[in-house]
């Protein structure tokens, strides 16, 4: 009968030891996703932000597309420097000017292949 209650004593240990190692596990767990998740406020208004500055470059790509709309080189060398006027004040990003500023010089060479300005 002792044997039986050792054995039995000895499981229960067994299980307890296991039950509390799972449980600092889990405690260890949750800490690191509270970690992880602490900047999160900070991410997402980041991504608003981004959401933000992609729409106001959408929005100045669709006015430089007005460079096809242009009579005249000279018109559409107006509206090029209207547009990038807008996107300095803007402060876009370095890449997004440039972008912009690629994307209106080829739309300008389309349109008036003879001009000098858009190359």
Do not use: C
Not at 21 to 35: F, G, M, S, T
Not at 101 to 116: A, D, H, N, R, V
Request: hydrophobic content about 40%; proline content about 2%; charged content about 25%.
């Amino acid at each position: 009968m002792n044997a039986s209650l050792n054995e039995s004593k000895r499981k229960m240990d067994a299980f307890n030891a296991e039950k509390y190692q799972r449980e600092v596990e889990n405690h260890k767990a949750l800490l690191k996703i509270a970690d992880n998740t602490k900047g999160i406020n900070e991410l997402i208004s980041l991504v608003r932000q981004g959401n933000d500055i992609n729409k106001e470059a959408f929005a100045l790509l669709q006015e430089m597309q007005t460079i096809m709309t242009a009579q005249s080189p000279e018109e559409a060398e107006t509206i090029f420097h209207e547009v990038m006027g807008k996107a300095t004040q803007a402060k876009e990003n370095i890449d997004t000017l440039q972008s912009l500023i690629g994307y209106g010089k080829m739309l300008g060479k389309i349109i008036f292949p003879e001009s000098t300005f858009f190359d």
